[in-house]
């Protein structure tokens, strides 16, 4: 992880000013291989008593300070209560927890990620068999 201790103190200051639960770590900083080009990829997991009209509103506020505290403007930043299935999936497989402060809100959120993704994997799968059967047998 390339992140330093003095970003990750300053990372930490964000809990009291914003409604964070957790703040993640993913992509190419967690996999070891950055780049010129790497970004930030974070992802934030909001209180759940933040109604969604905010969501919007308190990304572009949290990802502005991310952008001063890396000095960069290579943050992605993503609302985890927001995203799709698939890219949560991603976000709590294979990303880093930076920070908590509500470790009994962060688990459940990353269990119910979890279910709706293995629900939701199943009708995929089932999809996918389908399309490759019928470009198999008419072609594309």
Do not use: C, W
Request: aromatic share 12%; glycine share 4%; proline share 1%.
């Amino acid at each position: 992880m390339k992140i330093s201790k003095i970003e990750q103190s300053k990372i930490k200051t964000l809990f009291k000013k914003y409604p964070i639960v957790a703040i993640y770590l993913f992509g190419s900083r967690v996999r070891g291989k950055i780049g010129p080009l790497s970004d930030y990829d974070l992802a934030i997991l909001l209180d759940k008593k933040i109604k969604k009209g905010e969501y919007f509103h308190l990304q572009l506020a949290i990802l502005s300070e991310l952008n001063t505290i890396f000095s960069s403007d290579l943050v992605d930043l993503v609302v985890l209560n927001k995203a799709n299935s698939i890219l949560s999936m991603k976000i709590i497989t294979e990303g880093i927890v930076l920070f908590t402060i509500n470790e009994f809100e962060r688990i459940s959120f990353e269990a119910r990620v979890i279910s709706r993704y293995q629900d939701r994997a199943y009708y995929e799968d089932r999809y996918n068999k389908i399309m490759f059967q019928q470009i198999s047998s008419q072609g594309v």
